[in-house]
Every structure is written in structure tokens, then in C-alpha cells.
């Protein structure tokens, strides 16, 4: 199961963490990832982490401001906001790999993240 924490309103320009915890079988994540999804939008892929070698990908609207990184003790993944704008604003969720080569098959429910101009 996947828990995500961390939303909350901030303004343009600020930081903002949001964190997913991880419980169960651990040891059957691949690959974690950030995704949101944008009143009137379809949801989208942020961010993504290889659970082991660390090997992380963004998508081109974050590079540079956002970074993912996973604390495989605590088996909790991290997404670093910066430089926030207000099309950032989505409801964020983290998703798992559970097998390889496969696609994200286990969610967690969304944070709420609003950046005001």
C-alpha cells in the first residue's frame, strides 16, 4: 500500500515536499513514481525512481525544480518541489512497479497541491 503526505497551498515560487510511504512487500517495488492530474486534465507522469540503482527520470515541465529520491530504510520516496509555479497545481499520487518490465499497478491516494499566483 502507498500512502502520500505533504500537500498543502504555498505560493509561486515557493518549495513544497511531498513523501509516500510504503508498506507490505517492499521488496517487489521496481520502480516508484510521482504522477498528477490537473482539474479538467488527464493525469500525467512527473517523476520516477528505480527502487534499486536509484536511476530517476522527469518529466520536461519539472526538470530542474523537482527532485524524486527514496529512502529505501524507511521505504519512503520524496518529491522535492522548487521554484513552484502555479501550473503545478494537481493532485499528486505515487504509484509502484510491482513486476518487471511492467506498468504502475499499485497507487496511492492523491495530496492536494495548489500554488497561488
Known amino acids: 500500500q502507498l500512502q502520500a503526505s505533504g500537500g498543502g497551498l504555498v505560493q509561486a515560487g515557493d518549495s513544497l515536499r511531498l513523501s509516500c510511504a510504503t508498506s507490505?512487500?517492499?521488496?517487489?517495488?521496481?520502480?516508484m513514481g510521482w504522477f498528477r492530474q490537473a482539474p479538467g486534465k488527464e493525469r500525467e507522469f512527473v517523476a520516477q525512481?528505480?527502487?534499486?540503482?536509484?536511476?530517476?527520470s522527469y518529466a520536461t515541465s519539472v526538470k530542474g525544480r523537482f527532485t524524486i529520491s527514496r529512502d529505501n530504510a524507511k521505504n519512503t520516496v520524496a518529491l522535492q518541489m522548487n521554484k513552484m509555479k502555479p501550473e503545478d497545481t494537481a493532485v499528486y499520487y505515487c504509484?509502484?512497479?510491482?513486476?518487471?518490465?511492467?506498468?504502475?499497478?499499485?497507487w496511492g491516494q492523491g495530496t492536494l497541491v495548489t500554488v497561488s499566483s
Open positions: 504509484a509502484a512497479v510491482l513486476t518487471p518490465g511492467g506498468s504502475y499497478d499499485s
Open positions: 507490505g512487500r517492499t521488496s517487489s517495488i521496481y520502480i
Open positions: 525512481i528505480r527502487w534499486s540503482g536509484g536511476t530517476t
